[in-house]
């Protein structure tokens, strides 16, 4: 194991889909065994356009741990921590502010669509766009920073986050000298998954996705809906599956099944569905049913895992506040090094 350190998170606003998991979940289960990983519940951010709905963030605090307990992050090796409890970092955030200018938050693409998206609380064309939600960038440089990360594993929507922190972490060290270090972001094969019904991005203000804690009920009843070729009319027509969403999914799903496989058992079977797609010797409705049944067959260890951890509350308890422990002893060592740097060492 390297000494690097990893940090990652995720907004507690509601529960994961299979387009995080593909996204992200999978190249963090594997890499946490090769880095020193930090997982951040970030709940100061989710409040920057959640501020209106403090109960949804508190809830969704307790979600986002079950759905990471779940799919594989280890708590033996990885730190899951809650950042609000991390005054530090809204410490380094306020420094930090002063080297970012408000023309450079303006220009970042995704804030700037994320505002758009919701209009419900910055209005049309996003010109109620709040102090908070503009900045969320800078504290976002902060995490990382805060624990001196190295890298940081990300869909490509986070590139610009991380582009920003590097241009922080310049100068904050060409005024006060050398502090940090430039972090890397680490996109995993899939950084951005579909939708089911073809849209570009599986989310959940789309109604496109399959949520890890759907029921087999959920979970068939959406597959059964998913987009295939559209000029495939009979179960015997040829067609294309490049255009197919159950095809996407059949390739994503094999991937994840033949992690446990010495060889590529469900990747050959996947080829297979490919040519007899094409050759016309393949109903869409089949299809969809063995999606479904290697869907359940992904799904039903981590669901095994969640109910676990559900009726072990006081376990989940342990592991937010040991990983926060951690999370907080790295901050205040690095904090001690920015406050020396900024001449607010004072009677230490
Ligand atoms: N912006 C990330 C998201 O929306 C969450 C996040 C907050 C994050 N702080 C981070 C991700 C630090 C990586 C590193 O998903």
């Known amino acids: 194991m390297e000494n690097k350190v990893l940090i990652t998170g995720d907004r507690p606003t509601g529960k994961l889909h299979l387009g995080h998991y593909f996204g992200s979940l999978q190249n963090r289960v ?24 403090p109960d949804k963030v508190r809830r969704n605090v307790r979600e986002l741990a079950l759905d990471y307990l779940s799919v594989g992050i280890d708590p033996k090796v990885s730190h899951i921590y809650i950042q609000s409890m991390i005054p530090e970092v809204a410490e380094l955030t306020v420094y930090f502010s002063n080297l970012v200018t408000v023309n450079r938050l303006f220009r970042n693409p995704t804030t700037k669509f994320e505002a758009q998206q919701k209009e419900n609380v910055f209005g049309s064309n996003a010109e109620g766009i709040t102090y ?9 440089a902060a995490d990382i920073t805060a624990l001196d990360g190295d890298i940081v594993p990300v869909g ?14 310049r100068k904050f060290n060409s005024i006060y000298g050398d502090t940090f270090k430039e972090p890397d972001a680490i996109l995993s094969k899939n950084p951005r998954i579909k939708g089911l019904d073809g849209n570009a991005k599986m989310g959940k203000s789309l109604g496109n996705a399959i949520y890890l804690s759907d029921s087999t009920e959920e979970v068939s009843k959406k597959v059964m809906n998913a987009v295939t070729d559209p000029n495939k009319i ?5 067609a294309n599956p ?11 799903i094999a991937g994840k099944l033949d992690e446990e496989n010495n060889y590529p058992v469900e990747a050959e079977q996947v080829k297979k569905i490919c040519s007899e797609c094409k050759n016309g010797e393949r109903g869409c409705v089949a299809c ?12 039903t260890p981590i669901r ?11 376990e989940v308890d342990k592991i937010l506040t ?18 020396k740097n900024m001449k607010l060492d004072y009677y230490e």
């Open 156 to 169: 490509d929507d986070q590139l610009p986050h991380i582009e920003q922190t590097r241009e922080i972490v």
């Open 132 to 140: 908070g939600f503009l900045g969320y960038p800078v504290s976002q």
């Open 242 to 252: 490049d255009v197919c969403m159950v095809y996407y999914y059949h390739n994503l």
């Open 30 to 53: 594997k890499l946490q065994k090769e880095y020193n990983t930090f997982i951040l519940i970030a709940d100061v951010q989710a409040l920057t356009d959640n501020f209106n709905d």
């Open 234 to 238: 009979r179960k015997d027509d040829p």
């Open 288 to 299: 969809k049913k063995e999606l479904i049944e290697k869907i359940e067959r992904m799904l």
């Open 322 to 339: 040991a990983g926060t422990q951690a999370a907080k002893k790295q901050a205040e060592e690095v904090m001690k090094r920015v406050r």
């Open 304 to 314: 095994e895992k969640r109910k676990y951890y559900e009726e072990h509350p006081e």
